[in-house]
């Protein structure tokens, strides 16, 4: 099984709907509060919807967009709420970033072969050289591919644990083959972080672009198991501020993984979009 492969099955939280039912409750409760009734929602980066309430969703919005890369899971999410055959919602499928499965699969075994050459022996400053330039070819291909959700199809978007998931495979690729050497090269790491700051901007622009009235973007600010930043939300925060946007905040806490003892500070920023006002 490629490294990639093993990695996608580490994403999947067992029980997480059931682990998350407080953090679901505020957070759903949040946006209804502050969002109009027979009004429209985008939700990017639905997947299975374990953190908001479609069924509340459905009660309180005349429509509910869902879009996400993985087709299974929002098929699951629609099954967990039966909401299967609900004509409020639809699910869309889409890639925000271009880069599809079979192009970090191909990533991962390249390094797989590298490191079958030379085992234990690999060179760091060789495998962080050979890395470096495989993701190069990655980026670019990100680069020419811009996401566009539409202009002001929505009343509301929001984007939620997203931006921290957006290009962090390269980043859990990296560190699964570091922690295998049992040694590291901050180069990988640097590559990552610059093209973070590079390519979140454009997902925010077209969830942005998207709304008529306002956008949420949910960022985690802190792992609490590592008392560090979250690589790709802090992108995202750093973005807003860059842009002068003026966003209302508040944090909440969202129990990722109650069994590994982490838990994140989720920052909610509202922005309201000038066509409101």
Request: glycine share 4%.
């Amino acid at each position: 099984m490629s490294v990639y492969d093993e990695l996608m099955n580490f994403k999947i939280i067992p029980d997480a709907f059931d682990h998350w039912e407080e953090y679901r409750s505020v957070l759903t409760g949040y946006i209804l509060s502050s969002a109009q009734p027979d009004t429209s929602i985008a939700i990017f980066g639905a997947g299975r919807c374990n953190d908001i309430d479609l069924s509340l969703f459905v009660q309180h919005f005349s429509a509910v967009t869902l879009f996400d890369a993985d087709e299974n899971a929002m098929r699951e999410a629609l099954k967990q709420y039966k909401l299967t055959d609900c004509p409020k919602i639809k699910a869309t499928t889409m890639n925000f970033t271009g880069i599809t499965p079979d192009d970090y699969r191909s990533f991962s075994d390249e390094l797989s072969s590298l490191l079958n050459v030379y085992g234990n022996a690999t060179d760091i400053r060789i495998l962080s050289d050979y890395a470096s330039f495989k993701l190069k070819r990655l980026y670019r291909k990100s680069a020419e591919h811009i996401p566009n959700f539409g202009k002001r199809r929505f009343d509301y978007s929001m984007a939620f644990g997203v931006h921290s998931q957006l290009y962090n495979m390269p980043a859990w690729i990296w560190s699964a083959f570091c922690a295998n050497l049992n040694a590291n090269d901050p180069a990988v790491e640097k590559q990552i972080i610059m093209e973070n700051e590079r390519l979140i901007p454009r997902f925010n622009d077209a969830v942005l672009r998207a709304a008529k009235k306002r956008a949420y973007f949910g960022c985690e600010l802190l792992n609490s198991a590592t008392g560090s930043a979250v690589e790709g939300a802090i992108e995202c925060i750093r973005d807003l501020k860059n842009r002068g946007i003026v966003a209302r905040q508040s944090v909440i806490d969202w129990p990722f993984d109650t069994k590994q003892g982490i838990v994140y500070q989720m920052l909610i920023q509202e922005v309201d979009l000038p066509s409101a006002t």
